[in-house]
Nanobody, 124 residues
Framework: QVQLVESGGGLVQAGGSLKLSCAAS????????MAWFRQAPGKEREFVAA????????YYADSMKGRFTISRDNAKNTVYLRMNSLRPEDTAVYYC?????????????????WGQGTQVTVSS
């Protein structure tokens, strides 16, 4: 059973930075595509970034390009999301997803392979 534990969220002022981590277990992390999504209050969950199994391919939502960086450490079974130049509209619960499909430049999340999320709040 896949287990994902996100951490690193918190309260930060606009323009600040945070680095989220997602520790994975229960699957072959080193062969799995991974991704981050987020969900703001009253909104649907949206794609943030994805990374292929070896880190060779990364994808970002347009509004995150240039500000967010996804990376992974297969030795630690962990995927990261570095977030810079944070904006109040980045406020959301951030979730990681494991074992999704990357196809045509898109990441299709695996059902049920979600963590509990970590809250990011950006104050203006």
């Amino acid at each position: 059973q896949v287990q994902l534990v996100e951490s690193g969220g918190g309260l930060v002022q606009a323009g600040g930075s945070l680095k989220l981590s997602c520790a994975a277990s229960g699957h072959t992390f080193s062969s799995a595509a991974m991704a981050w999504f987020r969900q703001a209050p009253g909104k649907e969950r949206e794609f943030v970034a994805a990374i292929s199994w070896n880190g060779g391919r990364v994808y970002y939502a347009d509004s995150m390009k240039g500000r967010f960086t996804i990376s992974r450490d297969n030795a630690k079974n962990t995927v990261y999301l570095r977030m810079n130049s944070l904006r109040p509209e980045d406020t959301a619960v951030y979730y990681c997803n494991a074992d999704g499909l990357i196809s045509g430049g898109r990441y299709y999340p695996a059902a049920g392979h979600w963590g509990q999320g970590t809250q990011v709040t950006v104050s203006s």
